[in-house]
């Protein structure tokens, strides 16, 4: 098994079933016990060669537009005959409103402009299709403002001054998205908020969709507490349905980016260049940014060998931080990033030309599956 990995061509990304599926039955003991559905984000994940597992435990994707619908409708549905898309866009066009209207179980207006504008057309298409607004509850505890769907001048969701009351008779219930990799207690303070601002539209609802953000799966998350917010929030109104939609917990530690090292030199300190990109590759280490954790290794100075790591791009600032390691590095050892699958592939690029990493599956029983290699033609294809 170790020499088939050895054979393997890095960069690659390589996620193994059976973390999925630990993560999976979190998921699923939160719908158990508290009566929530729990939907998949693409947005964060979505290496469809999995859904055959992850359609065995959770309700359905949801969407953010035309393209994760489809892959939601033809790769998820498939395996799960009663799986539900949910569509929401930030706003929906013309050209595309009825073939998401077509394929979608719920879809979810960002303001009532949109909603007025696509409703009876959406209705005539699919006159059981699900609506809702997103709405905006402006509480967010979120670590950084990239990721604050609640900040300072949104365009994420309706605020409470711009609800429109001649929406309400469209629809079957609420959407709020306001947490990024947050505890029960975050979601608490939003619940409260959203109570306060729109609890008062909830009385015929048929649901409402906490969004995203809950860092379930991590160690430490209080699940207990969110089973019982998601309860109490139920008896308060009717038993109404309630919707959960991760995406960073469905990938969370299921994997890693393996690299290779290509050269070391020294200049003012050790430099080591992978043949990887935390551009391209691992974009939310810049983004956020955040320092991705190297199996075996420590911070700086922490091992006798400290290197600086960085990609294999033009990009100056293409480097994913120093780390220090038992023995020097060598040309051809591998460096592993861990907890890489999820908000990576889906936002890879070819900036530089910079080969895409293939995707690998490593399968219950054992066995290592290159799902995906990607080629010259990825990246000129995409250029004229
Ligand atoms: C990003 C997003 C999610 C998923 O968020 P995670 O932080 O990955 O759990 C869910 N719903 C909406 C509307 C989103 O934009």
Request: glycine share 6%.
């Amino acid at each position: 098994m170790k020499r088939e990995l050895e054979r393997l061509k890095t960069p690659y990304y390589l996620c193994e079933e059976e973390l999925l599926e630990n993560n999976l039955k979190i998921l699923d003991y939160v719908q158990k016990e508290s009566g929530a559905k729990i939907i998949l984000a693409l947005k964060g994940f979505a290496m469809w060669s999995t859904f055959n597992l992850v359609a065995k435990y959770l309700k359905g994707c949801t969407a953010s537009g035309l393209y994760e619908a489809r892959l939601a409708r033809e790769e998820f549905c498939k395996f799960n005959a009663d799986a539900e898309v949910h569509t929401y866009s930030p706003a929906f066009k013309d050209e595309e409103i009825e073939e998401i209207a077509r394929i979608s179980d719920h879809i979810v207006f960002n303001s009532p402009n949109q909603l007025h504008r696509f409703i009876w057309k959406v209705k005539e298409i699919n006159p059981a299709i699900h609506v809702s607004l997103r709405v905006n509850p402006e509480v967010s505890s979120s670590p950084v403002d990239i990721y604050n769907p609640c900040g300072l001048y949104s365009r994420l969701g309706t605020t409470a001054a711009n609800f429109d009351e001649s929406v309400i008779e469209h629809l079957d219930g609420l959407n709020f998205h306001a947490l990024c990799e947050q505890n029960a207690d975050a979601l608490e303070e939003v619940l409260k908020s959203f109570d306060e601002k729109f609890g008062k539209y909830c009385k015929n609802l048929k649901f409402i969709n906490f969004g995203g953000g809950h860092h379930i799966t991590k160690k430490g998350y209080d699940i207990e507490k969110l089973i019982w917010l998601i309860k109490e929030f139920k008896q308060k109104y009717n038993d109404i349905d309630v919707y959960l939609e991760p995406g960073e917990a469905v990938g969370w530690e299921t994997g890693y980016l393996v690299s290779t090292v290509l050269d070391t030199f020294h200049n003012g300190m050790d430099i080591a260049i992978l043949d990887t990109s935390a551009e391209a590759h691992m974009p939310d280490t810049l983004a956020m940014p955040y320092r991705a954790e190297v199996r075996g290794a420590g911070k700086a100075k922490e091992k006798p060998y400290t290197y600086r790591l960085g990609g294999n791009t033009c990009l100056a600032g293409d480097i994913m931080g120093d780390y220090s390691f038992d023995e020097p590095l060598k040309v051809g050892d591998r460096v592993i990033f861990e907890d890489q699958i999820h908000y990576t592939f889906v936002k890879n690029t070819t900036f530089n030309g910079i080969k895409l990493p293939s995707l690998v599956i490593k399968r219950k029983d054992g066995t290592y599956e290159l799902i995906k290699e990607f080629a010259y033609e990825d990246y000129r294809d995409r250029l004229s």
